[in-house]
């Protein structure tokens, strides 16, 4: 999820093309709890973030491909 680390994702909702979840990470030593809403189209997923805690507070964008 962040420059190679893995974590797990909870409270996945998928309906239709519409996804949203939600993740608790420990990034040096900071606790962030991050809300996830996108779309999903082919082999993307992209959307925006809002993240509680740490310097990565704050409205992101974000967006995931899938590697073959």
């Known amino acids: 999820i962040y420059r190679g680390s893995e ?3 909870s409270d996945i909702k998928l309906k239709g093309d519409k996804i949203n979840f939600f993740i608790r990470l420990n ?8 809300y ?18 740490g310097s990565l507070e704050g409205s992101h964008e974000w967006k995931a491909v899938r590697s073959r």
């Open 7 to 9: 974590t797990a994702i």
């Open 27 to 34: 990034i040096r030593g900071q606790r962030i709890e991050a």
């Open 36 to 53: 996830f809403k996108g779309q999903v189209k082919d082999n993307v997923m992209s959307g925006s973030l809002q993240a509680e805690g």
